[in-house]
C-alpha cells in the first residue's frame, strides 16, 4: 500500500471487529491501524460494514450485519434513538456503560496525564438511570404544518419530532406536549431558522426535583406572542405544579438558544430546589446541574476529598451559582468563590442569603487574577477546588495554584481528556493525584464526569 493510500475506499464492503467506542458513541474497528467509525456497533462485536467516507486518517461505515454481537448489546427502550442525537449508548448495558467510562478515565490519565498508579474507581452510577434530566431545551419547527419539537438528529440540525423523552422528567414531556398542542391552537408559527421568521423558537422546562416546582421559557423570536393571556391560563391549567411562566426574547440570527431579555409572564422569577441540605433557587438562565441525585454523589465526593474540619479556607474557583461553594461552607471555617459571569455569582450571594451561610463569600473575575488578588490580602487557602468547563483549566490558574501552595486540590471534572493534562501539570510541580472518582452524570450518553484527590507533596 502507497503512503497516502487508505486501505478502504468508498463503497467497499468489509468485515471488521469492533475494539473501542468513540467519544459519540461509534464503535471504532481498526485496518492496518487505520480506523474507521461506525455508528450503533459495540466493542468486541464484529461485522459486514459499507465504507461510505474515506479521509486521510479515518473512515466511516454503515453496519450492515453484526456475525457476532456484543453480550453487553440490549434493545433501546427508546423508539427515536437511532435518529435522535440526545443519547449515544442505549443499546449498551448499565453496567457495561458504568465500565467503559472507568476504562476511559483510566486510559487518558495513562496516555495524556502519563499517570499510571493513579486508582481509578467504579463508576458511581444510578439505581435508576432514566427520567434524571431536570431540564429540557427543545427546538421547535413545522413539517408538513403542524408543529413539531424535539432533539436535533445527530451531527444536524434537522429536529427528530419528540413526544416524550425518557431521560428527562415525565412533567417536561407533558409541558412540551402542551405548549405544541397551544402553539397549533392559536395558530403560533414555529421559528425558520434559515428563512428568519416565525415565533417560537424553544421550549425549555426546569424542574425541581427535591421541590416538584416547575418553571416553563417560551424562547420567541420578538417580544409579540399571540394570545399571551390565553396561553398562560392554559398552562396553569393544564399543569399544577407551575411555579413560573416566562417569554425570553432572542431576535438574533443563531442558533444560541437564549437572548438577553427575559421577563416573567406569570408567577415567581425563580423556582426552588435542594441538593442535599442546600436549597438554589433557579432562574431561567441560571447554571444547575441537570441530574440533582448523582450532583450530591459527586459534592459528596468532592467534600471527602476536601477532608474538612471546620477550620480550613478554602477558595472555589469556576464558582458558578456557588453549588460546591455552598456545599463546603458547610464544613469549612470560610469559602472564597469566584466566577468569570456576573449573573452567575448574583445568583451565589442569593443562594448563600437563603442558605443563611455567611461563611461564603463571592467574587467576579477571571480566577487567575482575583486569586492572587486574595493572596495580597492575607488569604491563605488550605484547599483549592476547582470545576471548569471542557476546556479545562487556564495554564496561568494553574500556576497560580501552585504559587498558593495549598494542602489540597479538588478537581472536578467534565472532561477526562483536560482533566489528565491538568493533573499531569500539577504532578509536575509538587502536587500528586491520590485517586479519582468517575461519577455518572449523564446515564445513556457518553458524557462522565470526576473528582479526582490531588496532595501537595510533603504534607
Same mark, same amino acid.
Not at 90 to 95: D, G, I, P, T, V
Not at 253 to 277: A, C, H, P
Given at each position: ?6 486501505? %478502504? ?69 427508546? #423508539? ?95 409541558? %412540551? ?103 438554589? +433557587? ?7 446541574? %441537570? ?14 476529598? +476536601? ?24 464544613? +469549612? ?8 459571569? #456576573? ?44 470545576? #471548569? #468547563? ?11 495554584? %501552585? ?16 482533566? +489528565? ?39
Amino acid at each position: 500500500m502507497a503512503a497516502n493510500e487508505t486501505p %478502504v475506499k468508498k463503497n467497499e464492503q468489509v468485515h471488521v471487529t469492533f475494539e473501542d467506542l468513540t467519544h459519540d458513541g461509534a464503535g471504532v474497528a481498526k485496518l492496518d491501524g487505520y480506523p474507521i467509525f461506525v455508528p450503533r456497533a459495540l466493542p468486541g462485536e464484529q461485522g459486514e460494514i459499507k465504507v461510505i467516507k474515506v479521509k486521510k486518517n479515518y473512515a466511516i461505515g454503515r453496519l450492515i450485519e453484526l456475525t457476532e454481537e456484543s453480550e453487553e448489546r440490549v434493545e433501546p427502550p427508546c #423508539p427515536i434513538f437511532k435518529n435522535c442525537g440526545g443519547c449515544q449508548i442505549q443499546h449498551l448495558s448499565y453496567e457495561a456503560q458504568l465500565e467503559h467510562k472507568r476504562k476511559h478515565v483510566e486510559g487518558v490519565l495513562r496516555r495524556i496525564g502519563k499517570l499510571d498508579n493513579v486508582t481509578v474507581h467504579p463508576t458511581l452510577g444510578m439505581e435508576d438511570p432514566w427520567r434524571y434530566r431536570n431540564k429540557a431545551q427543545v427546538p421547535v419547527g413545522e413539517r408538513n404544518g403542524d408543529i413539531i419539537a424535539g432533539f436535533y438528529a445527530k451531527r444536524s440540525h434537522e429536529i427528530v419530532d419528540m413526544p416524550n423523552c425518557i431521560i428527562q422528567h415525565e412533567e417536561s414531556d407533558h409541558t %412540551v406536549q402542551l405548549i405544541k398542542d397551544l402553539a397549533k391552537k392559536y395558530g403560533i408559527r414555529a421559528y425558520d431558522e434559515e428563512k428568519h421568521r416565525g415565533t417560537l423558537r424553544h421550549i425549555v422546562t426546569r424542574h425541581g426535583k427535591n421541590t416538584g416546582e416547575l418553571m416553563v421559557v417560551l424562547v420567541t423570536r420578538g417580544k409579540e406572542l399571540p394570545n399571551k393571556k390565553n396561553i398562560i391560563q392554559d398552562i396553569r391549567d393544564n399543569l399544577p405544579h407551575v411555579k413560573s411562566i416566562v417569554q425570553n426574547i432572542n431576535p438574533k440570527k443563531t442558533n444560541v438558544i437564549f437572548g438577553d431579555k427575559t421577563e416573567v409572564l406569570w408567577g415567581e422569577e425563580v423556582i426552588y430546589d435542594r441538593i442535599g441540605d442546600v436549597k438554589f +433557587a433557579i432562574s431561567a438562565r441560571s447554571f444547575y446541574q %441537570v441530574n440533582p441525585d448523582q450532583t450530591k454523589v459527586l459534592y459528596d465526593k468532592a467534600l471527602e476529598y +476536601a477532608n474538612l474540619t471546620g477550620h480550613e479556607t478554602v477558595i472555589d474557583a469556576y464558582c458558578g451559582i456557588g453549588t460546591i461553594s455552598l456545599f463546603l461552607a458547610q464544613k +469549612a471555617k470560610h469559602v472564597y468563590g469566584v466566577e468569570i459571569v #456576573p449573573e452567575a455569582i448574583s445568583d451565589a450571594k442569593n443562594n448563600a442569603r437563603l442558605n443563611d451561610l455567611t461563611n461564603a463569600e463571592f467574587a467576579v473575575g477571571e480566577a487567575e487574577k482575583v486569586m492572587p488578588w486574595w493572596y495580597a490580602q492575607g488569604v491563605r487557602p488550605d484547599v483549592i477546588v476547582v470545576d #471548569p #468547563p471542557r476546556k479545562g483549566c487556564d495554564e496561568t490558574l494553574l500556576e497560580t495554584i %501552585v504559587n498558593m501552595k495549598p494542602e489540597r486540590v479538588v478537581y472536578v471534572s467534565c472532561n477526562p481528556a483536560t482533566l +489528565a493534562r491538568d493533573l499531569k501539570y500539577l504532578a509536575e510541580h509538587g502536587f500528586e493525584t491520590k485517586e479519582v472518582q468517575p461519577v455518572d452524570m449523564f446515564p445513556q450518553t457518553m458524557h462522565v464526569e470526576c473528582v479526582a484527590e490531588v496532595v501537595r507533596k510533603g504534607n
